[in-house]
């Protein structure tokens, strides 16, 4: 049922344990050089991953208020559009020659802030490797996505100035133009290179950085960060297919009905009858009660991803709402794989991956495919 909810998740553990064909004994040579994505072990984004005083999630705003300036973001897992891909591994130079990177599209704004625009944001991810204690910081590609329409409130046709900021939604609405992102983290660059065959645990974050101006021309940058999540624990697969890029999968969610709840952090959270549709409805969602969270829907034409719930304000039916205005408790922000299978599995490829028609090239027969990791909370 739950095909859509946690492909990021399924598909980081799949492909990361595909791309591991060295033998357990062996040693993993580190990447020469960095990324171009990566940022510089010198940036002060280092710092501020590791100070709570810059963790400004929707829970933390749950606890603040519901007027409190927040990051919200979403993390796609279907292919709806050229800004809007689910995760997989791509064969391409990002500085240092071709190599398999992991890939993912979203979209993140720092929500009542200030205005979004192309030229005052960036959105970067932070990776942490439990077993080492490193982390890295990799700037993101920026796309085109708005979320504007998403986060406007229906009935007030005001605008912000372009000169204030942390102004709540129904005193006016800000714009939130180009907050699409792509994200490229090296395979390689995930790896323990001393025990490529052993349990790797890692974490990532979202950090969000956005300029504004003021009245005398002043600029000055907010940088927040929160833990990159997945609202369910959803894993289970059967393999499709054979290209690395090209994975399908079937999810069966395991989890226990607890980790499927989730509350608006709102109290003027619309109960929409269809996800994206009229939103003129001015019946809300209610605080402080935990809905069933049913299904995660995806929508070209639509920036956020909605949720669908049963609502008890409707006697049971299905109702919903966009993703920033709902706080799930139960998420997954740490993550370990047991990469031995995938070890044994022994799927290669020739040293340009593809081949002259631009298929995948398989070298070794396949054997075992039986997934075998851990989600760790």
Known sequence: MYKKIS??????????????????????????????????????????????????????????????????????????SSYHKAPTIEFINVGRGKEDVFTFTGWSVIHFYYDHKASNQKTYIAVKNHKTGKSKIYDTKQTSLSATST??????????????????????????ENVGFKAY???????????????????????????????????????WWDDLTIPFFSYGSDKSGDDLANLNYTLDNLNSSELKKAQVNKSTVMRLTQPGGDVSSK?????????????????????????????????????YAASPFWVYPATASIFGLNPEPYLLYRKGYDKDRKTSSGAYKKLYDETDFDTAYTVLR
Not at 154 to 176: A, H, L, M, T, V
């Open 7 to 80: 492909l990021l998740c399924l598909l980081f553990f799949s492909i990361f344990g595909l791309s591991l064909i060295n033998q357990p004994s062996q040693k993993v040579e580190a990447a020469a050089t960095k990324s171009n994505y990566e940022v510089s072990s010198n940036s002060s984004l280092y710092d501020i991953v590791k100070n709570d005083a810059y963790k400004h999630g929707k829970a933390e705003a749950l606890n603040e208020g519901e007027k409190t300036p927040k990051i919200v973001y979403d993390v796609y897992g279907e292919n709806k």
């Open 151 to 176: 986060l406007t409130y229906y009935g007030q046709s005001k605008w912000c100035s372009s000169k204030k900021y942390d102004e709540f939604d129904k005193d006016c609405n800000k714009k939130y």
């Open 185 to 223: 983290i090296p395979i390689e660059d995930l790896l323990d290179p001393d025990n490529p065959g052993k349990l790797v645990k890692f974490s990532m974050k979202i950090i969000k950085s956005v300029t504004r101006t003021d009245a005398d021309g002043d600029k000055h940058t907010r940088t």
């Open 283 to 319: 019946y809300y969602f209610t605080m402080n009660y935990y809905y069933t969270i049913l299904d995660q829907i995806e929508r070209s034409d639509r920036t956020a991803v909605y949720f669908k719930v049963n609502s008890r304000d409707d006697g049971g039916a299905t109702r």
